[in-house]
């Protein structure tokens, strides 16, 4: 049976075009954070490659790869080996001319606890990504593993207080946000502030209005690889949150790191007994929630 605390940690990482160099990278980052005494881990959104959505390109498809192939049987056996959770996002090609943005989860004996597909798609300058993936189809969910219940959601599902609400009503404890984010370095100095405080901010009112830890794992470093393009600078800054939003582990902008902390779930329970948002919910008056706009 799962414990009552275990420790979960965010791998902050600097990633490339080279997948099997990223893989190598990703795996050695894992095995510390389990030496570290995390028990789940999560690595950033696409860790197999840089992050290609900067362009509209064809040739990109070629970074994604079918289910169950290199990026499950490599970590499936990395999370047999070292007993831990991991939740790796990867590129998933579904079939010809159907691609998403996933998520598997991966229990500690190695099997697959969870697949989870990115359900809002963004389509920003530079972040292309309605041209790479169809939007998910199965839904938010919390999965059940050996370590404990766990959500995940990718980046642009982070603006969404729906995802995060629906995740934590099916039981989860930690809603996970593998990412990838950053500021357009000419904007950085007019913006860049407030974007990354806006970024933060959501999510700890994720973790507040639901009573649920929240771990985010951003990439790092300029990603200028488009000729006559400024790049984006990915702003790091992963963090974990309690419940109360309160920030437990924080990364910094420009470095790789492993963050580590403890979800304590008699603490999520007195803050849910003290704060009862979800006590309080009107349910019989959301209804029109499910539609685009109220005229």
């Not at 390109?57 to 056996?77: G, R």
């Not at 597909?117 to 389509?123: E, S, T, V």
């Not at 950053?182 to 639901?210: C, D, F, I, L, S």
Request: hydrophobic share 40%; charged share 20%.
């Amino acid at each position: 049976m799962p414990k009552n605390t275990y420790k979960i940690a965010v791998i902050q990482l600097n990633l490339n075009n080279t997948p099997e160099n990223n893989l190598k990278k990703c795996i050695q980052w894992v095995k510390d954070a389990a030496k570290q005494g995390a028990e789940v881990i999560s690595l950033p959104e696409l860790y197999s490659s840089h992050y290609f959505c900067q362009s509209e390109d064809v040739d990109n498809f070629a970074y994604a790869e079918p289910l169950y192939s290199t990026s499950f049987n490599a970590f499936s056996s990395l999370a047999k080996e070292l007993g831990v959770v991991i939740i790796v996002p990867f590129f998933e090609k579904r079939m010809a001319g159907v691609y998403h943005n996933s998520a598997y989860i991966i229990d500690t004996d190695g099997t697959e606890a969870g697949l989870y597909r990115k359900m809002h798609i963004p389509d920003d300058p530079h972040f292309y990504e309605k041209f790479y993936f169809t939007p998910g189809d199965i839904g938010f969910k919390s999965f059940p593993t050996k370590k404990g219940n766990v959500g995940t959601l990718i980046c642009w599902d982070q603006w969404y207080p729906e995802a995060a609400r629906l995740t934590a009503l099916q039981g989860a404890e930690v809603l996970f946000y593998p990412t990838a984010i950053g500021w357009h370095p000419q904007e950085k100095a007019q913006y860049g502030e407030n974007q990354q405080g806006a970024w933060m901010n959501v999510m700890r009112g994720h973790a507040v209005a639901n009573g649920i830890y929240v771990a985010a794992a951003n990439r790092i470093g300029l990603e200028k690889y488009l000729p006559d393009t400024n790049g984006i600078e990915f702003w790091g800054s992963s963090f974990i949150a309690g419940p109360q939003g309160e920030i437990l582990a924080q990364a910094s902008i420009d470095k790789e790191e492993i963050l580590i902390a403890e979800v304590d779930l008699s603490l999520q329970e007195n803050v849910r007994q003290n704060w009862p948002f979800l006590r309080d919910r009107r349910i019989d008056k959301y209804g029109e929630i499910t539609k685009r706009a109220i005229d």
